[in-house]
């Protein structure tokens, strides 16, 4: 069964202060691993799509880079505008149907 | 370019009801997934819709159920609402089967009384 585990639960930065959020995984036939922000009460908003090991993308403070096992998000010089909970996700080249599987998500706290 | 919508925002219901929560899918998306997420929790994968018919389910009982229709909104109906449906309902639409980027709408909040 495909599973993915974020670490920590919970991170609270100070502004400036950079950091990593950690996604482990297994998963039967790796499609994609996916990197998505969400606010209180909202739906989530699609940061990054990984494909294979080594894969490095970057979108102003936010970079994800990706293993065999696990992808990091790291987060430069954070804002409190980037106070949000990060979800990972992986998307199985099983079964067919295109679902993610997602972790439970770091929530990141930045303060002034 | 539209984005994925939702509606309603808020809905209460009560314990053996049945609701029915819809989804407009991005402009030039054919694939809507839905997902329930419970406070505190990641989204869980309930069902997706690829051209009007069911393209893969989670572990989620048949009292939840889905319609697609030909603009490719969509429908999800849960009949005889227990206290644990209570969550964050998803919808999310990809460019179509293959595309693996899935971007959600702000989703509905559903509490069960």
């Known amino acids: 069964e495909d599973q993915v585990t974020q670490s920590p639960e919970a991170l609270r930065l100070q502004e400036g202060e950079s950091s990593s959020l950690n996604c482990s995984y297994t998963v039967s036939g790796l499609r994609g691993l996916f990197w998505y922000r969400q606010d209180p009460g909202k739906g989530p908003e699609f940061l990054f799509t990984?494909?294979?090991a080594g894969e490095e993308k970057e979108k102003e403070r936010l970079k994800a880079t990706l293993t065999k096992k696990e992808s990091f998000l790291h987060i430069t010089a954070p804002k409190p505008e980037d106070s949000a909970t990060y979800l990972c996700?992986?998307?199985?080249?099983?079964?067919?149907?295109?679902?993610?599987?997602f972790g439970k998500g770091t929530k990141l706290t930045v303060n002034p | 370019e539209t984005g994925v919508t939702q509606s309603p925002t808020h809905l209460i219901k009560t314990r053996g009801q049945q609701v029915t929560l819809r989804c407009s899918s991005q402009s030039g998306h054919n694939t809507v997934s839905w997902y329930q997420q419970a406070l505190g929790q990641g989204p869980q994968f309930i069902f997706q819709?690829?051209?009007?018919?069911?393209?893969g389910r989670g572990n989620f009982p048949p009292r939840f159920s889905g319609l697609q229709f030909p603009n490719y909104s969509s429908e999800l109906n849960v009949n005889a609402l227990e206290l644990d449906d209570s969550a964050l309902y998803l919808c999310?639409?990809?460019?179509?089967?293959?595309?693996?980027?899935?971007?959600f709408g702000p989703g509905t909040r559903l509490t069960v009384t």
């Open positions: 999310a639409s990809s460019r179509d089967r293959v595309s693996y980027e899935q971007y």
């Open positions: 990984l494909y294979s």
């Open positions: 819709y690829y051209r009007e018919e069911e393209n």
């Open positions: 996700a992986v998307q199985s080249a099983q079964g067919g149907s295109e679902k993610l599987v």
